[in-house]
């Protein structure tokens, strides 16, 4: 059973960056897709992007296309997010998620998650 930690998360200015981190202990991490999502007040948990257990392929939600970049480092056991071009909409906890199995359709649930980093983008 995989357990998760994010970080990096804070208060930056609309067009600014962060990078988000997560590690993970307690599994082989290799064998997981790994995916952010995030869920601002009031709302329903949301897609970020998903990439697979070999890093070599990724998905994103159409509104962080271009802006966002996901990305793992296997002997680190972390996955990260670098976040660029920053808008007060991306505000929200952002969460990682871990599965196993096939990483196609990208909507399969996640079983496992972190407690959650808070962005906050002010304008």
């Known amino acids: 059973q995989v357990q998760l930690v994010e970080s990096g998360g804070g208060l930056v200015q609309a067009g600014g960056s962060l990078r988000l981190s997560c590690a993970a202990s307690g599994g082989t991490f290799s064998s997981y897709n790994m995916g952010w999502f995030r869920q601002a007040p009031g709302k329903e948990r949301e897609f970020v992007a998903i990439i697979s257990g070999g890093g070599s392929t990724t998905d994103y939600a159409d509104s962080v296309k271009g802006r966002f970049t996901i990305s793992r480092d296997n002997a680190k056991n972390t996955v990260y997010l670098q976040m660029n071009s920053l808008k007060p909409e991306d505000t929200a906890v952002y969460y990682c998620?871990?599965?196993?199995?096939?990483?196609?359709?990208?909507?399969?649930?996640?079983?496992?998650w972190g407690q959650g980093t808070q962005v906050t983008v002010s304008s």
């Open positions: 998620g871990a599965r196993r199995g096939n990483y196609y359709p990208t909507s399969r649930p996640f079983g496992y």
